[in-house]
């Protein structure tokens, strides 16, 4: 059985919720979801410049779980920009 999954320190809610590429109707789309988690990971390590320590303890995670989660975040995102996809944030 499998451990429960532990909830993350979220301290960020972003404006917007998503991302589409200009011109390519919404029917026409695949879209990517970056859950809260992942979102947050990214807005403390990249856009905060927070070292990975520092950023996995604002989340209340190791520092593996952290780099699991940032790797995701970052996968994602790279996959909605090269492959012209719409990219959703999940609303918790």
Known sequence: MPRPRLRKIIRFR????YFKPRGIPM???EEVVLTM???ESLRL????????????????TS???FQR???????????A????????????
């Open 14 to 17: 972003p404006s917007a919720f």
């Open 37 to 39: 988690e992942e979102m």
């Open 81 to 92: 920009i090269v492959e012209g996809k719409a990219l959703e944030i999940e609303r918790e």
């Open 45 to 60: 390590k990249d856009y905060k410049n927070l070292d990975q320590v520092t950023a996995a303890e604002k989340m209340k």
């Open 69 to 79: 989660i940032l790797t995701s975040a970052r996968q994602k995102i790279a996959l």
């Open 63 to 65: 520092q593996s779980t």
């Open 27 to 29: 029917k026409d789309l």
